[in-house]
C-alpha cells in the first residue's frame, strides 16, 4: 500500500505529465491516455436574457482555485453541460473555451455522443481538433428498444476505429434509461482506442465486475457521481466525474486521496457527508441546483436553458439543508 | 349513429376540405385544424452504402396505392421517421420532398420536436415554412428527472405561442422514458394553438380521462399505434398514427370505418388480426421490422441508419410469422 | 347486434340460470360455468378495536341494493378483501358467510392463491367445500424473477387438476409486480378446468390478443379494473371484477349494459365518469379509500387491518373531490 | 486500524461472547444484540417425493464445516428459506431444529415477516420462544402502492414494541418491489428495540446514507448480497446475509476479514471472484441455483417447492461456468 505522500507524485506522474499530448490511435502511435482522477462535469455559462430559451453563451471562465486542488481535468459537455441544448456549433465553442482556460496540463474530456453513429463519429473528430484529449461518448438511447449489445458495439467500434483521440464509453441511465451491458463493455474493452468508461449508474456492483472482466485490458472505469466514488474506488475504479467537484472540489479530491492512500475510515467519514450534497445536485434537483449551488458557492451557475426550470423556494430550502446539514455551508 | 356512407362523406367534408389552408393561429384567423383520421408515420428512405452509417437520403416517392386509401395524412419526422439521426436541413428536406410527393387535400403533420424549447420553436417555425400544416411535438427527455408538468406546460406553452402552425402535443413513453401528465395536457389543451395530442403509451384509461377532461375545449386525440385503436375509439379518440399502416393502410383505415360507424363486433375481429403485426413493427422489431416488411410488401423500406441495425434471421422469420399467422402474408 | 331489451334477457339467461350447480370439473361432468358480467370484489368487514392490528372479522352483510341489480355474482378474497392480512380459516369463514348472505342464482368467485403450488390446491378445495363456484387464482409472486411461462404453467396445470371448481387465472402486476405472459395464457386455456382470466394490468391491447388468440377456447376474459371496462368490452372481454362496483354498482351494471348492446356513445359517456372515481378507489387510495367511500354510501366500510393505515384528511378530500366532480357525490 | 490478528480476537469478542444471552428488550434489559458478522441464509431441506408440490421438511443437518468457519450465525426463513411455501408451523420448526443443529454461541436469526402486522407480532414472539435471537422482519409488501414511510414506521414500531427478541428491518426489492424508505429507518433506528437493518437492494450509496444518518443509534446495517460486501463495509456495513456463504463460506468469511483488517487491495481481489457466483445463486438463477451447487459443494440442496422449478440443463451449465471461471469449481 502506497503512503500518501507516495501516492500524491505518483499519481502527478502517472495522470498529469501524460498530459495531452495523446497524438491519436489512428494515427498509429498507440499511446493511451491515463483518466484516473477527479473531473468536474463542467456546467455551460449562459447569459440570463428576458426571453430564457434565448440565453446566449456567456463568458466561460474556469474558476482559479480549480487549479490548486488535484484535478485530473474537466469533462465538458457531460450531461450536466445541457449538451442536448446546444447547437453543434456551441458543443465545439465550449470545448474550446474551456480548452483555453484550464491549464495545460489536465485533461479535457468532451462529449460527443449524438443519437446516430456518423453524427457521433463527426462531432468526435471535430472536438478532437479544438482540443479535446478524449471523448465520452454517450449511449444512444431514443430507440432503447432496438439497442442490443450487437448494436452498442457496432456503434462503439465505428467510433473508436474512426476518432483521432481516445474514447471513454458513457452509460448514465438516469438520462438515457439504459444500461450499456456489462458483456458490450467487456467486448468494447478489448478496442485499442478505447481506454475506458464513465458509469452512473451506481450498481458498483456491476462496476466491480466490469474491472474483474476488464483486468486483462488496460481499461479503467470513473463513478459517475460523488455518492458511490469510495466505493467505486473499492472495486477497483481509478477515479470519478462528480458533479459535486464543480463546487466541493478539493473534498472531492481529498476522498480520492484517502482512498488511494487507504486511508478507509477517513474514507468513510468524508464520504458519508458527501452523499446527501452530491444527490442534491444530480438526481434531486439536477443541474439547475448544481448551478444554484455554485452561485452560492461564488462560481458563476446562472441560469439553464428551457425547458430546465428554476428551483421553486421551497426547492432552494431543501438543497441548502443538504448542504448545511453536512457541514458544507 | 351514422351509417357507413354518411360517414364516408361526412369525414371527407369534416377533415379533408379544411385541409391546409391553416393559416395559423398566430396570424389572427384563430381557425383550428381537424385532426382526425388515420395517418401512417413516414419512414425515412437511405440509399444504401458500403458504410452503413454514411447512408444518404434516398429518393422519397409516396407509394401511389396511399392516395386511393382515405388516410388523413402523414405524419413526418415521427419516431418511425429516425429523426433523431438525421441533421436539421435534412429534417427540413424531408418534410419538403413528403409535401410534394403527396396528395394536395391530405394533412401534413410534421414532427418538430428538439430538447430545447428554443430549437424546437425554430424547428417548428422552419417546418411550417417548408409545407408542415400542423407540429407534432414530442416531449423533451434527455432530463426527464426535472420534466414536471410545469416545466412541460412552459415548454409546450412556448412552443405554440411561436408556432404558425396549430400544434399536436406528442407522448411516447417507450422512446422517451416519459408520460406527459394529464393535468399538463389538460392546462395546456387550453391554448388557442394546440389542437390535440398523439398518444403513444397504450394506456386507454388515460386516453379516455384526457377525453373526458378535454370535453369543453376542441381537443383531438389520437392513438399512437393500430394496436389500441379500437379501444382509443371507443374512449373517445378521433383517429391514429400506426407504423402499421405504411404497409396494411387500407385495413387501418377499414378498422377506422367500422369504428366510427359503430360497426364495433366486425372492428374486434379486425382489430384482432392488427394486434400481433403491429407489435412486430413497433416495440418487437423497431423501425427495422417495418422497414423490412414494407419491403416484402413492394415498398421502399431500405436500411436503416446506424447504430440501427438489420433484423437477424431469426428475427425475420418470427416478424413474417406475425404477418402469416394473422393472414396478411 | 343485439337490442338492449333482448340482450338483457338473454345475458340473465347465459350467466344467471347456469348458477351454481356447476358440479365440478373433476367429478367427470366436464361443465363449463359462464362467468360473464360484473362483480364487486367484496371487502372484508373488521370491527374496530383500540388495537387496530387486531381487528376481528365483523358482521357480513352484503348490502341489499345489490340483489336489486344485475351484478353475476361477487369475488371474495380478491386483492381487495385483505386476503394476505387473514388466517386461512379466515378466509374459509369469509367466503362461507358471504355464500350464506348472498343470492342462491349468483356466483361467488373465491380467491385461493397462495405462494406455494400445495397451499393453493389446499386452499382451493377447501374454498369449494365451503361454497365457492369458482376459484380466482393469483400469480405467486415472491419469488417473480423465477416464475417464467413454464412454472407458471405448471402451477396453475396443478391446481386446475385438482380442483373440484372451475379456474380463473389472475393476474394484478399492481400488486404482484408480475404479468401472466400471454404464451402462458394462452397455453392454459386449453385446460379443461380453467373457464378464464381476470386481467388488472389494464393494458387493452394485450387483453384483446389474449381473447384473439383463445377464440378456439372456451375462455372468458373479465377486465380486472371499471377504468378500463368499456375498452375491455370492445376487445371482447365479457365482464369485470370492478372494485368500484362496491358503491357505484348499479352504474357498473348500466355501463356493462350499454356496452353489450351496442349502445357504445353512451357507454363512453358514463365509463368517462367512471374513470377519476375508479382510480381513487383503487390505484390512488386503495382499500383504505374503497372502505371510506363505502362508508360514505351508507354501506360498512370500517377500517382495515395493520399495516394499511387510514385516509389522511387531505386524502379524504381528493377522495371526495374524485367522486363529486364527477357527479356522483 | 486494526491488524488481522487483533480484529479476529476483537470480533469474538465483541459480536460472539455477546452470543445468545440477549433476554430481550421488552423484559427491560435493554441489552442490544451486536449482529456483525457473516450468515449464510439457510436453505430449507424438503425430501422429494414423486409429487413435487408436496415436499415435506427434510432432515436438517448443518453441514459440519460450518462450525470452522467463522460465521456469526444463521439466518432461518430468510428469502432464500423459502418461508412464503412452509405453513406456520413449519416456519416454527424449521427455526426450533436449526437452533438444535447450530454452534450455541452463534446467533440465530429468524424471518418472521408476514404481510399483516398482527400476524408478524405473533410469529415474531413465537419464534422467540423457539430459540431465535432475534427477528428478521421482511417489509410487507401486497399493498405496495399504500406502503408509505408512516405506514411502515407504524408496522415496525408495532413488532418491536411487542416482540421480546431484536428486531432487524429487512428491506429486499427483488422480492417485495419496495425499498423501505431511508427516512423510515431513520425514524425506527430510534426504537429500543430495533438494532439494525438488512439491505438487499445493492444501492451502497443508500447503504452509506443509513449509516450515516443513523450513526448517534447503536444501528448495525447487514448487506443483503455478498455481490456488494466489500463495498458495504467500505461504507459502514458491520457484515453480511451471503446466499453464497451457503457455499463458498470460508471465502466469504475470508472478505469480512480482510475489509475488517483493512487489506483493501487482497479484498478487491477476492470479492470480484465473488460477484458472478453470487449473481449465480440469487438474481440470475434463485434458489434451485443455490441448491443444484450445495448439491455439487457436498451439502444437501435437495428441491424446492413448487412452483419453483428446477434448472435447465442450460441453466445448469451457466451456473457451473459461474463457478468455475472465477476458480470455485
Redesign the interface.
Known sequence: ?LGPQVWSSVRQGLSRSLSRNVGGWASGEGKKVDIAGIYPPVTTPFTATAEE??HKLGTFSLPRCWSTVSLAGFVVQG?NGEF??L?SSERLEVVSRVRQAMPKNRLLLAGSGC?????T?EMTVSMAQVGADAAMVVT?C???????S???I??YT?VADLSPIPVVLYSVP????LDLPVDAVVTLSQHPNIVGMKDSG????RI??I??KT?KQDFQVLAGSA??L??SY???AVGGVCALANVLGAQVCQLERLCCT?Q??D??KL???L??PN?AVT?R????GLKKIMDWFGYYGGPC?????ELSPAEEEALRMDFTSNGWL
Chains 1, 2, 3, 4 share one sequence.
Open positions: 500500500m430559451n434565448l450531461s442536448p441544448f447547437t443519437e446516430s453513429t456518423q453524427a463519429v444512444p431514443y430507440y432503447r428498444g432496438r439497442m442490443s450487437a448494436a452498442l457496432h456503434h465505428k438516469a438520462n438515457t434509461g451506481g450498481d458498483v456492483t466491480g465486475l474491472v474483474h483486468r455518492g458511490f469510495m466505493a473499492a472495486l477497483g487507504g478507509w475510515e474514507a468513510q464520504q458519508h457527508r452523499i446527501e444527490a438526481q434537483f439536477g443541474i439547475p436553458r428551457a425547458p430546465l426550470q
